[in-house]
Structures are given as structure tokens and as C-alpha cells.
């Protein structure tokens, strides 16, 4: 139940620990697999490498890939194959026939060396292998096991990173269907990859909505499972994620769009077994899950692993796999089941719209979390309720609610804005251009701008010189504004790939080169100082570029850069079939985003006032550090890297209120300066080029990029080295990042500072910040000696932030009850906004919460709303009854703050209340992801990485931001 005036004090965590002293334990069989098969299968797989002493490992996502396909009881726990250890890696509920295994490790070792030279090899490793040999035995697995960090935080036994989020997934299947007002649910299991992490929970058979159009679209309920460890803590915690998960059925005239070094993950149902000749006992209730990408060499979709000489394309099947061209181009055929095969396309983000929208709001979490916990087995608790941190927040919660009822900017902020841009300008005027594709957009654009600036009267037009637009002029006290408004033309359009070469990195460079060239000649000189001028761009919505890679946003990023100016991208919108006023009300938000991410760029950015007194030292600076990895598997098929360190120091002028590291100098430089010269270091993205793919990998003896899905971000151990050389890349960008973390350290000593770290982006290249590694009031950089941390500054704090990629941070709704007029004790969930922490923690704690509420357009939507119910609903004095598939769930993640190091008369509570208020943005009723300083780092990105190919094919799909960017069209 709701209550639109009730005020959370408390919020419930979906995040489940040990009781003190509690033990379960579970049986699985396991497979052995001794040594001395392991040095027979790492010779193999070294042979025809150029460095075969670097490798000490043997990579293994290709045979787990083929079992999560073809036996998805089996769970694999590892990654690499460890030749120094012979734990087992394959666990399964039951024993497994002998054919199975046999049959998929026969297939996998002669992948290991496909090449004709070394068939020979690979015939005698299998005569010497014998696999029948080898018998399952049964084992009862600790699942509550786990050790002590030196500071204090859990270490489970690594398998139990797969093993208990399984286990737990199968107590849950027992459990009678989960019922809602109008029906039921029934779930499935879901065939895991170590690289997925955890175990899923999927609703079967999918459920049914249709749109005022008429078309048909298909979705499921999903639970999600995995271990994860807290700062500190002596306990892990199990997170359980709920959403929904959406299955592709709207093709384009090819068929479903598959992103370029991307696949798409293929949910797969069987009658029988999939493996010929092995019993019919043997077919599994799971999901098998495959996956198909588009193969840039073959012009054609595949399954991955197939292909005409692939692994699949030796197996024996009982049925075969669908074909992939059918697949894509009937993916609704498939999903009711076709010859015995049922077959569901997760549908992403970058296939085009899709009419159940992402996510899910409290009134199905909630039930969904409770019919969950009924599986539960005895001895693993819900976490206790999180309570407000607000000892020293309370002075200002009533004036920032205040704020937020005001959303147009008032007389006194418009023109503190103008003042500020004035002094950022140092007294110049300042300068903007438009270029616009659509008049609406034109016209909004400028509308936008003098709203923001508070730019009364209509503004002097004059022609604009080398161009067929205008120039806009307007005149105050305090600042001057010249708005250059000209048609963008020929520069929006595809790159004009050459048909015969479209799929040649030479040629897109080429392409590339050739549009930032017409940019430049396009438009006028950059500004005769030297400094950044800001240019707002339009383009045309990312489905009308045919290929992806046409796109011209990047080209036209660097094209601006080489001009002198910086770049804010807004997308020529899709037609909406909504109201002509909702229409250009959403417009009118968008353009002033725009402008607002615009001045950003330019170094003008409002800090918030954080409002806790002289108690935070007056002349404290902001700093945050922020990675930019270029992957193996990236663009560039090179790995590199680039830090990005932000300093704010909110006392000072606006022309060093915001700056950024140069490493090339040594040096702070403005925030504008900083996005130009690093767009100089800017990645030019490529296409799939199967040839410089092959010299890489016999260059570093990776296969298949085995190494590219490995889960940077990930805290469960570090398997990712096991197959490569300790002085390798990785060792040197650590070291790089130790160094450059070193000189920035060094050159904030001046002053108070909170350093501001982001843990998965940072902890990979810098391990100390990883949770096994992490301690109190200490720092260590890599390759040196672990330290006080204020031997690295007398008055320097130390704050890492984690958010919830991966559900590394617990899904969460606020929490309360009250008592009705009956009597009765009711509960009460919503969305709540605050800095939280353990209920009767000590006053040391180092771990919090940061939430928000409810923003963008799921402001609106009632924390009841549902995907599968219908509710009762009273608006506008009107009744009756709705129900919410095609609304957008907005759910807030929850941001962990560990005060990793601080002062010894610190209150930890303080510095994480500093760090929250960061996240609060003037007036903007959301809060920002990410406190201020790691935002604009992390924006600070864009002028480094190409934008068009970097996207993922699954997002999370109750990460409402990623939604949100679409539906306004907004490109940073």
C-alpha cells in the first residue's frame, strides 16, 4: 500500500546474510579433473603461440559456452582451467552421463588448435585423455563458507559465487507458482556462465501485450541471483534483482539488428535432449541459452561457436538449433516453439523500441522479493532495515524540498548564471552556435537557451557570415550572447561508406577523416584566444544511419574539436504519438538539457552548496579519478589507456572552479581545455576486420578474445590473469595508473580534499580498492607498500563509490507501516530519497546508501503500478482500473558510499553526507548518478571513446536511464 505524504524512515533492502553461526550445506556431484589431463590440454593450447611461456592457463569460455547451450544442469565455476590446482570446475544435481561430457570436451579440445598442423596434437591429447575414466562423485558443499580480508570484509569460497545463487535458485523453483490478482506465474532456471555471475529466475510461458496498434510484444518476469561482498563486512549478502526481461519480435527489413562485436543472448527450450543418443531422462527443465551475432566475414548471422567450421557444426544433434537468418527474421515463430525447439531473442536497446517498457516498480518487486523469500533456506536472513543517516543533513532537508517545487528558474538564478558565464569568459561574450536539421528543434533550441539565461525581449538578427543562417544577439548587465544559428545540411548525413568497402576500417577512417575535414571548412575560424567555443548539434535519430557504423556523431566530434569548438549532440526525435502539448513540453526539457550539458563542457557548472557548515573546512577541493580503458576487443583492437582526474574548488572563479588533469604537463587546466586535448588522444572506431583480429590473437595467444568478456568490474577473485603474463598489459596499466594517481595525489597536498574513486571502473587497475584488498584510513598503489593514508596528504579523505551494475548494490523500496481506521497494521512501500545506514551501527561505520526518488517520466507512475495486474487508480476525480505494461518504471539505484579513509577525529558520517549532497544538482529535481566530481569525469570520457559502437546489447533492464536518454533524445 501507498501513501502519497508518508515519509520513509527506514528502506528495505532485496539482500539476504548468514545468521551468526549458521551452516547449510548442499550436494553436488563434481567431476575431477586431475593435473595431468590439465598439462596435456595448456601444451596443446600453447602450441603455434609466439609467447607459450606467458600462458598459464587454459581458457574454457568456449566449453562453457557449449555446456550453458547443450547440458545446462552443468555449472562451471571457473574461467581458465588452473594447471597448478586440480579442484574441480564442473558441478552438477545429478550425475551426468558420460556421453555428455565426453561428447562436448571431444569437440572443445579440437577448437583448443582448429589449425591442420597441429591435428595430430590434438588426436593425442584425446587418446590420452580418457574422459569415461573420469567418475562423478557426490560432495556436500559448505555454501555458508567464507574467510576474513585483512581489513575485515568476507571472502567467500569462489565457487560459491556460482554455487549458492544456484542452489538458492532451486530451493525457489519448488515453490508453488507466484500468484497475482489476474494469474500466475511459473518460473524457470536459466543455464549460467561464470561470466554471468549468479543464476536467473525466468517466468514461462512468456507473457502477452498488446499495444493501441495492435502489435503483439512478448515478455517475462526476471529474477536474478548473485553473491556479493560489503566493505568491511564479516558477512556476504545475497542480492536478488527483479525485472523483466523482453524478447526481440520487431524486425527491420533485414531481419533483428545485431550491433557489431556484440551477440544476442538466445533463450532455448527443448522436448529432449539436445545431445543425440543420450536418454530422454537426461532433457532439462533450464534454459539452454546460445547466442547469435552478425559475422562481418561469412555477410551473415551465426550462432556463436558455429559457423561452417565451428564446434556446433561437429556436434551430432538429436534437433537442430534453429537457423540463425530464421531466427532473426521470425523471431515471433520461435517463441511459441517450432519442431520440438522454443526459442526467445532478448530484445536490446539498440534493436529499436520496444512496447513493454523496462523495469519494474515497487507494487511487483515487492511481491515478487516476498514470494522469493518463502525458498529461503534456514540460516540465510533478510538484512536488517537501513535508517536514515541524517545527523548531519537534517538543517537542510526542508529548504531543498522547497527548492524542488520551483522548476523554472527564477530572476536572482538566471542571473547568477549570467554572471558566472561571465567570468568564466573573463568578461568576453559569449559565443554559441546551433546547428539544427528541424525548425521545432531550431526554434525550441532558442527558446531554451534564453530561459535559462533569462534573456528578455526579442534579439537583434543579423545575417551570419559563412553560413546561410543568422546570428542572435541579446544584451544585459552582465553578459553579452551571440546564438549562430545555421542549417548542419550534408554534415548529419551517412558517412557514405563505399557499398564495396562498408565493412573496411580503412574506409571508415577514411570516412571519418573526410567529414571532419568538410566541418572545418564549413564553419568559421575557432575563437582568435585559443579557448573552446560551445556548438549544439542536431542529428537525425541513430535508426536512419544504414550501417551503424555511418553514423557521424563521432566524425562530427572531432570535426568541431579540430575547429575549436566542443560538442552537445541532440537527436531529431522519432514521431510520438502523444499530445501536441506533451510534445513540446518534453522539447522544451530536452533543449534545456542540451544547453545545460553544453555549458558543462565549457567548464559552467553550479556545485552544490553542501550546506553542513564551517564543519567541512571552507577551502575543501573535490577531486575524482575516472579510467578510460580502451579494450582488446574495442574498436582499435588495442589496449590502452587513459586517466581522467577532475578537481573542483567551489570558492574559487569559474575559470579554476572546474579543472582536469593534463598528465602530459603536470598540470590543472580548465574543464574545456581538458575535453580538447583529450579528444587530440581519440580512439577512431573500426569494423570488424577478421584478419587484424586473427594477428592478434597469435600475437598474444588469446583466442576468440577469451579474455574480452571477463568481467572487469567483477569482485569474485581475479581469473581473469590465470592465461596471461604478470609484466603484461594489465600490469603495465596499473602500474601507468599508480604513477599518475601519484602526481595527482601530490599536487592536491595544498588543501583539504575528498578524492573520489568509482569502483568498478577503477578497481581492475587499481586493485587496492577491490573489497578483498580495501582497508581503513590506508592506500596502496600498485607495486608500492601499503600506507597511512595521510602520508599521502595530512588532510585528505578517501571515498569510493559503487553503484548497482551487476545488482553489486541490493535492490531497495522504502519501508513503513501505520495502523488503518479498523485497526489493522498496514505496510507502506515507495521510493524515498536519503543517505542511509545500518540500523545500530557503531558511530565508525564506513558503509552507506545514497537513494533518490522518483524523476524523468516515470515521475508520475504509482509505486503500484504493475506489468502484469491491473490496479485501481483515482486522478483528477476520476475512477477506474489500468493496468502499466507500456509504462517506464523508474527505480532509483542505490549508490554504496564506503568512507574508505579519513582523519582520526573524523566522523565517517560526515564525509559520506558531503558526498551525497554532491549528488544534488540545482535546479534539477533528479539527482545525478554520481556525485558531481565523478560525473563530470566520467563525462569527460565521451571525447575519448567513439559513442556510436560503444553500447551494450543488454542493458539492465530496469536502469531507467538508459531508457530515459532515448526517449528525450539527448546525446552527450
Known amino acids: 500500500m501507498r501513501s502519497s505524504v508518508i515519509r520513509y524512515d527506514t528502506i528495505r533492502l532485496a539482500g539476504y546474510a548468514p545468521a551468526p553461526g549458521a551452516e547449510w550445506t548442499v550436494p553436488y556431484y563434481t567431476l575431477p579433473f586431475p593435473q595431468y589431463h590439465r598439462k596435456l590440454l595448456l601444451d596443446l593450447y600453447r602450441l603455434g603461440l609466439k609467447r607459450p611461456d606467458d600462458c598459464r592457463g587454459v581458457p574454457v569460455k568456449r566449453l562453457n559456452g557449449l555446456l550453458q547451450a547443450l547440458a545446462p544442469e552443468v555449472v562451471s565455476v571457473a574461467k581458465w582451467l588452473d594447471v597448478s590446482r586440480d579442484e574441480p570446475w564442473l558441478y552438477a544435481r545429478r550425475p551426468v552421463p558420460q556421453d555428455v561430457l565426453s561428447t562436448l570436451v571431444h569437440t572443445w579440445v579440437r577448437d583448443l588448435r582448429p589449425e591442420p598442423e597441429h591435428r595430430q596434437a590434438v588426436r593425442k591429447v584425446l587418446n590420452e585423455l580418457r574422459l569415461g575414466e573420469l567418475p562423478w562423485g557426490r560432495s556436500e558443499i559448505p555454501m555458508f563458507a567464507r574467510s576474513s580480508t585483512r581489513g575485515g570484509t568476507a571472502e567467500p569460497d569462489e565457487r560459491l559465487y556460482q554455487l549458492l545463487p544456484d542452489a538458492l535458485a532451486e530451493l525457489a523453483l519448488g515453490l508453488e507458482p507466484f500468484r497475482y490478482s489476474g494469474g500466475t506465474l511459473t518460473f524457470r532456471g536459466v543455464a549460467r556462465r561464470p561470466n554471468d555471475r549468479g543464476a536467473e529466475l525466468l517466468s514461462w510461458p512468456p507473457d502477452i501485450h498488446q499495444d493501441r496498434d495492435g502489435r503483439t510484444w512478448w515478455f517475462s518476469a526476471l529474477l536474478t541471483l548473485s553473491l556479493q561482498t560489503v566493505p568491511f563486512s564479516p558477512d556476504f549478502r545475497v542480492h ?17 539488428y545485431f550491433p557489431p562485436r556484440r551477440s544476442a543472448s538466445v533463450y532455448l527450450l527443448a522436448d529432449a535432449p539436445w545431445i543425440a543418443d543420450i536418454p530422454e531422462s537426461w532433457a532439462s527443465a533450464r534454459f539452454s541459452v546460445g547466442r547469435l551475432s552478425y559475422d562481418r ?16 557444426s ?5 534437433q537442430a538449433l534453429p537457423e540463425p537468418e530464421d531466427l532473426s527474421s521470425r523471431p515471433a515463430h520461435w517463441l511459441t516453439g517450432a519442431g520440438g525447439v522454443t526459442a526467445a531473442v532478448v530484445h536490446s536497446t539498440m534493436m529499436g523500441s520496444h512496447g513493454v517498457r523496462g523495469g519494474l516498480m515497487p507494487g511487483d518487486r515487492v511481491p515478487l522479493t516476498k514470494w522469493f523469500e518463502n525458498a529461503l533456506p534456514e540460516g540465510l536472513v533478510r538484512v536488517p532495515d537501513q535508517v536514515r543517516a541524517d545527523r548531519y543533513l537534517k538543517a537542510r532537508r526542508r529548504a531543498r524540498e522547497r527548492d524542488e517545487e520551483t522548476s523554472e528558474p527564477d530572476v536572482r538564478e538566471t542571473a547568477a548564471h549570467r554572471r558566472e558565464m561571465a ?21 525550441a533550441g532558442v527558446k531554451a537557451l534564453a530561459t535559462m539565461l533569462g534573456l528578455e525581449g526579442e534579439p537583434v538578427r543579423q545575417p551570419a557570415d559563412m553560413s546561410d543562417g543568422e546570428t542572435l544577439s541579446w544584451r544585459t548587465s552582465e553578459l553579452r550572447v551571440e546564438l549562430r544559428l545555421a542549417r548542419i545540411g550534408e554534415l548529419a548525413d551517412n558517412l557514405g561508406l563505399p557499398e564495396a568497402d562498408r565493412w573496411k576500417t580503412s574506409a571508415l577512417h577514411a570516412a571519418i577523416g573526410n567529414r571532419r575535414d568538410r566541418v572545418v571548412q ?15 548539434v542536431e542529428i537525425h535519430h541513430r535508426d536512419a544511419y544504414e550501417p551503424r557504423s555511418a553514423d557521424p556523431k563521432f566524425a562530427l566530434r ?28 518534453a522539447r522544451a526539457k530536452k533543449l534545456e538539457a542540451c544547453w545545460t550539458d553544453g555549458f558543462r563542457q565549457l567548464g559552467h557548472r553550479a556545485v552544490p552548496d553542501h550546506g553542513l557548515g564551517p564543519i567541512i573546512p571552507a577551502d575543501t577541493q573535490y577531486a575524482a579519478l575516472w579510467l578510460v580503458k580502451r579494450r582488446r576487443d574495442g574498436p582499435t583492437r588495442r589496449a590502452d589507456l587513459v586517466p581522467i582526474a577532475i578537481r573542483i574548488r567551489p570558492g574559487e572563479a569559474a575559470p579554476t572552479r572546474i579543472t582536469g588533469w593534463d598528465s602530459r604537463t603536470g598540470e590543472w587546466v580548465p574543464y574545456s581545455a581538458l575535453l580538447m586535448r583529450l579528444a587530440e588522444s581519440a580512439e577512431l572506431p573500426t569494423v570488424d576486420d577478421p584478419s587484424d583480429l586473427a594477428a592478434e590473437q597469435q600475437e598474444t595467444g588469446v583466442a576468440d578474445t577469451e579474455d574480452a568478456e571477463e568481467s572487469e568490474d567483477a569482485e569474485d577473485g581475479d581469473g581473469s590473469e590465470q592465461g596471461r603474463d604478470r609484466e603484461g598489459r594489465t600490469e603495465q596499466h596499473r602500474r601507468a595508473v599508480a604513477d599518475a594517481v601519484q602526481e595527482i595525489l601530490f599536487s592536491l597536498r595544498d588543501r583539504p580534499t575528498l578524492l573520489l574513486a568509482h569502483a568498478q571502473n577503477a578497481r581492475q587497475l587499481w586493485p587496492w580498492l577491490q573489497n578483498g584488498r580495501i582497508e581503513r584510513d590506508m592506500i596502496q598503489l600498485h607495486g608500492r607498500r601499503q600506507q597511512r593514508l595521510d602520508l599521502q596528504g595530512p588532510r585528505l579523505r578517501l571515498i569510493r563509490v559503487r553503484d548497482n551494475a551487476g545488482t553489486e548494490t541490493p535492490q531497495w523500496w522504502g519501508h513503513g507501516e501505520r495502523t488503518t481506521d479498523d485497526g489493522k497494521e498496514e505496510e507502506l512501500f515507495g521510493i524515498a530519497t536519503g543517505l542511509w545506514k545500518p540500523p545500530g551501527c557503531c558511530p565508525l561505520n564506513r558503509v552507506f546508501g545514497s537513494t533518490d526518488g522518483k524523476a524523468g517520466p516515470g515521475t508520475n507512475l504509482s509505486v503500484m503500478a504493475s506489468r502484469w495486474a491491473l490496479r485501481a487508480y483515482a486522478r483528477n476525480g476520476r475512477t477506474g482500473t489500468t493496468i502499466d505494461t507500456d509504462k517506464l518504471a523508474w527505480n532509483p539505484g542505490l549508490l554504496e558510499i564506503t568512507v574508505a579513509g ?9 564525509w559520506a553526507a558531503l558526498t551525497h549532497r554532491l549528488r544534488q544538482s540545482p535546479r534539477r529535481a533528479p539527482m545525478l548518478a554520481l556525485p558531481l566530481p565523478l560525473h563530470l569525469a566520467r563525462k569527460a570520457a565521451e571525447y575519448v571513446l567513439p559513442t556510436t559502437q560503444d553500447q551494450l546489447t543488454e542493458p539492465e533492464e530496469d536502469d531507467a536511464a538508459v531508457q530515459l536518454s532515448f526517449d528525450l533524445g539527448v546525446i552527450a
Open 240 to 256: 536478488l534483482r527483479c525485472g523483466v526481461r523482453r524478447w526481440a519480435t520487431r524486425t527491420g527489413k533485414n531481419g533483428l
Open 297 to 312: 566475414e561469412l555477410r551473415a548471422r551465426r550462432w556463436e561457436a558455429g559457423g561452417p567450421d565451428g564446434m556446433l
Open 314 to 318: 561437429r556436434l551430432r544433434l538429436r
Open 423 to 443: 567570468e568564466l569568459l573573463r568578461g568576453g561574450p559569449l559565443r554559441v552556435e546551433f546547428l539544427w536539421l528541424s525548425e521545432p528543434i531550431r526554434d
Open 522 to 536: 564549413q564553419l568559421p575560424g575557432a575563437a582568435t584566444d585559443g579557448r573552446a567555443t560551445l556548438a549544439l
Open 558 to 585: 572531432l570535426g568541431f574539436r579540430d575547429a575549436g569548438r566542443v560538442t552537445q549532440f541532440v537527436v531529431n526525435p522519432r514521431k510520438a504519438k502523444v499530445k501536441p502539448s506533451e510534445v513540446e513540453k
Open 902 to 910: 579519513c582523519q582520526s577525529d573524523d566522523d565517517p558520517e560526515l
